[in-house]
């Protein structure tokens, strides 16, 4: 199938390249023209594990090219729309500056029967208001969420643990099936949606169709989850340090009860990146827009609570050194936002750093992916790529980003040899405590003894 990809970010690029992979005929469309350059010469321009080698097949295969043009588009059955919704300026709102410049530039460029397929994470009830722009060409407008994690986000493009495809009402009241059609013979895109992911679909990935307003709340609604469970943790993790319990025990029993589970309930310096910050912030914004402030006034303490342990990782710092790292080596094991990825959007990692240096500490920070892009938004700080040289005549480590080269390929009696001092901070709560006390270490972790 001949499919276009609006906007060519990290969700874009990685969509295209993943359609390409599994056979369809695909344009991305940028108005970046470097980033379209780049992406032209089949060079990934970001990291993501498994995104080079299929940018370079789709490339060499001819079923994937890049353009600025979005007349490139014509032609195409379905429209993936991926452009970003960053935190307005002023405010927590999303905002859709970026969303509805594609929609208008991609409308002259719509034939009778297209489908154009939002992928963007929006607030509840932006696709009912882009609906009727889309319909007077003649094309459908769907939504159809994405739930990629960085550092897997080619896996679960390919293979996704669910696909969720919002309809029109009257396509979701409709029966699903082969070419199911509603009582005006229309065929309903999401058997269309089925075809473009007919490999996933075929072997069994759940399919859910929905109505436009749930697609979109589906999204939001699963990162105020994992954001909550992420909270609910670091808020035991600061009873546990005013009472001398273990948040690490206290989360594997908890994660015993089937209803609970253990994932995500790692206590230590908190989320970050691009997508779970400014996503609670934007569905509690649209919930006071609706009247319904209320009903997730407890995301703001879930914010307040992340924010915290960002403060709680420097507080370890500062105390290890008897209230000041003035002129301390503090070398940070970390700068992106969580491991096998260079983003560094709303990272704790910096965020720490960046609080030390202006404590006075002098601050090395080290991480195999994004010291490139560190380095571009926080020049005042040193950067370097090899970890020992990073550790080399540090006074205290502290571990902020749960690489493996740092949480299990680092041996504290390796560290030892090049570090002056014997101070280190667990910000992830990855380390084995016991083995770098044992070598000598003052070990702290996040919400432990």
């Not at 060409?137 to 293979?159: H, M, Q, S, Y």
């Amino acid at each position: 199938m001949r499919l276009s990809v609006i906007g060519c970010g990290y969700l874009g690029a990685v969509h295209a390249a993943a359609m390409a992979s599994i056979g369809h005929d695909v344009v991305g469309i940028d108005v970046d023209e470097r980033k379209i350059e780049t992406l032209s010469k089949g060079e990934a321009p970001f990291f993501e594990p498994g995104l080079q080698e299929i940018l370079t097949e789709g490339i060499e295969s001819g079923r994937l090219r890049f353009t600025t043009d979005m007349a490139a588009a014509s032609g195409s059955k379905v429209h993936f729309v991926g452009v970003g919704t960053p935190q307005q300026k002023d405010g927590y709102a999303a905002d859709l500056t970026y969303v509805n410049a594609a929609i208008d530039g991609l409308l002259p460029y719509l034939s009778p029967g297209d489908i154009v397929a939002g992928k963007s994470t929006v607030p509840v009830g932006t696709a009912a208001e882009l609906a009727p722009r889309v319909e007077a060409t003649g094309a459908t407008l769907v939504w159809n969420p994405e739930f990629l994690r960085e550092g897997w986000a080619v896996k679960d493009t390919i293979d996704p643990d669910r696909l969720v495809v919002g309809v029109s009402s009257h396509f979701a009241r409709s029966t699903t099936g082969a070419e199911a059609t509603t009582g005006d013979g229309e065929v309903n895109p999401a058997d269309v949606l089925r075809e473009v992911y007919h490999p996933a679909v075929a072997k069994g990935t759940p399919f859910i169709v929905t109505d436009l307003a749930t697609s979109e709340l589906v999204k939001v609604a699963a990162n105020a989850f994992l954001a909550t469970k992420i909270s609910f943790i670091n808020a035991m993790a600061e009873i546990a340090e005013v009472t001398g319990a273990d948040v690490t025990q206290l989360a594997d029993a908890l994660g015993h009860d089937e209803r609970i589970g253990r994932r995500f309930l790692g206590a230590g310096i908190g989320f970050g990146g691009g997508c779970l910050p400014k996503d609670i912030r934007a569905f509690s914004a649209r919930a006071e827009e609706l009247g319904r402030g209320e009903s997730v006034a407890f995301l703001r303490e879930v914010d307040a609570i992340n924010l915290r342990r960002r403060d709680r990782a420097v507080d370890l710092v500062v105390n290890a050194f008897g209230g000041s790292v003035f002129k301390k080596n503090v070398t940070v094991l970390g700068a992106a936002f969580k491991p096998h990825s260079d983003d560094i959007r709303d990272s704790p990692a910096l965020d720490v750093a960046v609080r030390l240096h202006g404590l006075g500490a002098w601050v090395t920070i080290t991480d195999p992916a994004a010291l490139e892009n560190a380095q571009r938004l926080h020049p005042q700080l040193n950067y370097v790529p090899d970890r020992d040289e990073a550790i080399r005549g540090a006074d205290a480590l502290i571990l902020v980003t749960e690489w493996d080269e740092y949480r299990r390929e680092l041996s504290p009696e390796h560290a030892s040899t090049l570090a002056t001092g014997r101070v280190v901070v667990d910000g992830r709560n990855g380390l084995d405590a016991a083995a770098w006390r044992a070598a000598g270490w003052t070990y702290y972790g996040m919400g432990r003894p």
